[in-house]
Protein backbone atom coordinates (compact mmCIF):
# COMPACT_ATOMS: atom_id res chain seq x y z
CA UNK A 1 0.00 0.00 0.00
CA UNK A 2 1.29 3.58 -0.62
CA UNK A 3 0.07 6.43 0.93
CA UNK A 4 -0.23 10.14 -0.50
CA UNK A 5 -1.49 13.39 1.00
CA UNK A 6 -3.32 15.42 -0.69
CA UNK A 7 -2.37 19.35 -0.62
CA UNK A 8 -4.36 22.35 -1.04
CA UNK A 9 -2.47 25.84 -2.84
CA UNK A 10 -0.54 26.50 0.50
CA UNK A 11 0.42 23.28 0.85
CA UNK A 12 -1.07 21.86 3.45
CA UNK A 13 -2.67 18.79 4.07
CA UNK A 14 -6.06 18.20 3.77
CA UNK A 15 -6.42 14.33 3.02
CA UNK A 16 -4.69 10.84 3.00
CA UNK A 17 -5.50 8.35 0.20
CA UNK A 18 -4.48 5.06 0.55
CA UNK A 19 -3.53 3.09 -2.75
CA UNK A 20 -3.37 -0.59 -3.44
CA UNK A 21 -0.08 -1.75 -4.56
CA UNK A 22 -1.82 -3.40 -7.68
CA UNK A 23 -2.40 -0.25 -9.01
CA UNK A 24 1.36 1.01 -8.71
CA UNK A 25 4.26 0.59 -11.01
CA UNK A 26 7.08 -0.92 -8.25
CA UNK A 27 9.92 0.80 -10.42
CA UNK A 28 8.09 4.08 -9.99
CA UNK A 29 5.58 4.37 -7.37
CA UNK A 30 5.41 7.51 -6.63
CA UNK A 31 4.66 8.60 -10.30
CA UNK A 32 2.41 5.83 -10.91
CA UNK A 33 0.66 6.99 -7.54
CA UNK A 34 0.68 10.23 -8.84
CA UNK A 35 -0.60 9.35 -12.03
CA UNK A 36 -3.59 7.30 -10.61
CA UNK A 37 -4.55 9.96 -8.55
CA UNK A 38 -4.75 12.31 -11.18
CA UNK A 39 -7.19 10.44 -13.23
CA UNK A 40 -9.17 8.99 -10.31
CA UNK A 41 -9.67 12.87 -8.74
CA UNK A 42 -10.86 14.04 -12.16
CA UNK A 43 -7.58 15.79 -12.76
CA UNK A 44 -6.25 17.01 -9.13
CA UNK A 45 -2.61 17.55 -8.85
CA UNK A 46 -1.18 18.29 -5.46
CA UNK A 47 -0.52 15.42 -4.19
CA UNK A 48 2.89 13.71 -2.65
CA UNK A 49 3.41 10.44 -1.12
CA UNK A 50 4.30 9.97 2.36
CA UNK A 51 5.72 7.42 4.14
CA UNK A 52 3.83 5.51 7.31
CA UNK A 53 6.78 4.73 9.12
CA UNK A 54 8.18 7.63 8.25
CA UNK A 55 11.60 6.88 5.84
CA UNK A 56 11.00 9.17 3.55
CA UNK A 57 9.76 13.09 3.92
CA UNK A 58 10.41 12.99 7.49
CA UNK A 59 6.96 12.50 8.79
CA UNK A 60 3.69 10.81 7.98
CA UNK A 61 1.60 13.38 7.08
CA UNK A 62 -1.21 13.88 8.57
CA UNK A 63 -3.98 16.36 8.37
CA UNK A 64 -3.24 20.01 9.02
CA UNK A 65 0.78 19.09 8.47
CA UNK A 66 2.12 21.42 5.84
CA UNK A 67 4.40 19.72 2.97
CA UNK A 68 7.78 22.20 2.74
CA UNK A 69 9.25 21.76 -0.56
CA UNK A 70 12.55 23.18 0.47
CA UNK A 71 12.81 20.28 3.22
CA UNK A 72 11.30 17.81 1.23
CA UNK A 73 9.47 17.28 4.53
CA UNK A 74 5.71 17.02 6.01
CA UNK A 75 5.85 19.32 9.32
CA UNK A 76 2.84 18.77 11.74
CA UNK A 77 1.17 21.36 13.18
CA UNK A 78 2.74 23.91 15.98
CA UNK A 79 1.22 23.19 18.61
CA UNK A 80 3.11 25.94 20.97
CA UNK A 81 4.94 29.21 19.80
CA UNK A 82 7.80 29.52 21.72
CA UNK A 83 8.69 25.97 20.11
CA UNK A 84 11.13 25.34 17.60
CA UNK A 85 11.66 23.60 14.83
CA UNK A 86 14.09 20.63 15.19
CA UNK A 87 15.57 20.67 11.35
CA UNK A 88 16.52 17.26 11.45
CA UNK A 89 13.53 15.65 12.72
CA UNK A 90 11.14 18.72 11.14
CA UNK A 91 9.01 17.76 14.28
CA UNK A 92 8.46 20.92 16.93
CA UNK A 93 10.23 21.10 20.27
CA UNK A 94 9.71 22.41 23.39
CA UNK A 95 12.61 25.02 23.75
CA UNK A 96 13.61 23.23 27.62
CA UNK A 97 13.73 19.43 26.85
CA UNK A 98 11.30 17.14 28.93
CA UNK A 99 12.83 16.40 32.39
CA UNK A 100 13.88 13.11 32.64
CA UNK A 101 12.98 12.12 36.29
CA UNK A 102 10.34 9.48 35.64
CA UNK A 103 7.37 12.11 36.77
CA UNK A 104 4.71 13.65 34.28
CA UNK A 105 4.65 17.37 32.94
CA UNK A 106 2.68 19.03 30.79
CA UNK A 107 3.68 22.32 28.82
CA UNK A 108 3.23 25.15 30.22
CA UNK A 109 3.74 28.31 27.23
CA UNK A 110 2.70 30.99 29.51
CA UNK A 111 5.68 30.16 31.78
CA UNK A 112 7.62 28.68 29.20
CA UNK A 113 8.18 25.51 31.10
CA UNK A 114 7.63 22.05 31.86
CA UNK A 115 5.14 21.84 34.63
CA UNK A 116 4.76 18.66 36.88
CA UNK A 117 1.16 16.87 36.71
CA UNK A 118 -0.02 16.49 40.54
CA UNK A 119 -3.41 14.39 41.15
Known sequence: MAHFAKLDDNNNVIGIIVINNLELDPQNEEGSGLAWLEAWSGGYTNWKQTSYNGTFRKNYAGIGYTYDYIRDAFIPIK????????????????????PNDGKAYYWNEENISWEEIVE
Open 79 to 98: LFNSWILNENTCKWEAPIPY
